[in-house]
Every structure is written in C-alpha cells, then in structure tokens.
C-alpha cells in the first residue's frame, strides 16, 4: 500500500513531465498526457492502480471543490460593460438543454437502464457538479465522471480542428468551457487570458443553472 505523499508525488511528477511534451503538441490537452504518463509511472513502479486511486480519490476529490470555487477568481477579472447579454443567455439556454438531452436520448435509444441514462444527464457540467447532480439522481457517480471527463478530453482534443477558423477569443473560449468543461477551460487559457476568463464563465454559470433545473426537471417526470 502506497502512502498518499508518494501518489501525490507521482501526480505531480506525471503533470510536471507533461507541460514541455504539450508545448510541442498542443493540440494534445496536457491532461491527456498527464494520465499516459502516471499511467506509466504506475506500471515501471509496479503499483496497483486500485492501491493508487484509494490514497489519491479522496485527496483530489476535496481539491476539486476548491478548484471549482477558485472559478470566482477569473469571473470577477471580467469586464460584463461589452458582453452580449441576450446572446450569451441564448447560448447558454440553448448549451444547457442539448448536452443533457442529447446523450440521455442517445442512452435510451441503446436500451440502457434507467441509472445510466441519468448518468448521461451530468455529461454537460463539470466533474464536482456533475457528482452532486449523480447522488440526486441516484445514478452511478463513476460513470457520472467517466462521461464528464471523456465529454472534457475529446473537446478539448477537437478545439483546435473546429475552432480553427474563428478568432474571436470569447467565443472560443465560451465554446470550450460550455462543451469540455474544466479540461477545456485549461485548453481555453493556452488560447489566451480573454479566452480562459469566458470559459470560465461559460463552465460556471452552466454548471450553475444545469444543477437548478436538471434535478428539478428529473424528480417532476418522476411525479407524472
């Protein structure tokens, strides 16, 4: 059994390793490399990853709610004077509804059970939400994360490709944090400040009114 220090060691080395090889792939999210690499790291040290994860899960799941807080930092460096208000609500009425119906109809389509169709209902926010939202819909909380973060990396993979002809640096960035959440929100501030900051603000007042109408919505067809 591992002591927590040396998992957290081995993160840290696995992300440290990371940063150079993604400023020579950038179209690569450094968190994709991250896993590879502690993935690695685990197999030349001989660990089991189930021994790994109990000592890193708790760690990381507490940090990723202060992670989740620390958002307010880059919304309140924001200017709101410019920021088109309807259009942005538009978009994000419009983000909020499809990420949640469009896997849930994709999941019911594929006969799946009940508990995993509410698992593809946290696909649009991210991963500590989406964890609150899975105990409320009482849908498996592993395969709640899997979904949020497979949904983050392929995004984030696939931002350079889709967003390569648009050089408006908040709409990339609204775009990335809307559809891959934090993993594109990072991928959003390699793009630029402007772009990380309305990532954030998409990934935030997303994740923010999904978890309002989301479980509201579920427990009322639970009703009829």
């Not at 958002?71 to 200017?79: D, G, K």
């Not at 990339?172 to 990532?199: D, E, K, M």
Request: hydrophobic share 60%; no cysteine; net charge positive.
């Amino acid at each position: 059994m591992i002591s927590i220090l040396y998992a957290f060691a081995l993160t840290l080395a696995g992300y440290l390793a990371a940063k150079p090889i993604n400023k020579k792939l950038p179209q690569i999210p450094i968190i994709v490399i991250a896993m590879i690499l502690i993935i690695a790291l685990l197999a030349l040290f001989g660990i089991p990853y189930e021994d790994y994860m109990a000592q890193v899960n708790p760690l990381f799941n507490r940090l990723l709610g202060y992670v989740t807080v620390a958002l307010a930092i880059p919304l309140a460096a924001m200017r709101y004077d410019d920021l088109p208000l309807k259009a942005v609500i538009g978009i994000l009425f419009f983000a909020s509804i499809s990420a949640v119906a469009l896997p849930m109809g994709l999941a019911y389509l594929l006969h799946l059970s009940d508990s995993t169709i509410m698992a593809f209902a946290t696909r649009a926010v991210t991963t500590p939400i989406a964890i609150n939202i899975a105990t409320l819909l009482e849908a498996p909380i592993s395969l709640a994360i899997l979904i949020v973060i497979l949904s983050g990396v392929i995004g984030a993979a696939l931002s350079p490709l889709l967003l390569r002809h648009i050089n408006d640096e908040r709409a990339s960035g609204l775009a990335l944090g809307l559809a891959a959440h934090a993993i594109g929100t990072a991928q959003a501030w390699q793009r630029g400040s402007i772009a990380g900051r309305y990532a954030a603000f998409g990934m935030a007042v997303n994740a923010v009114f999904t978890a309002i109408w989301l479980p509201s919505f579920i427990t009322f067809l639970k009703f009829l």
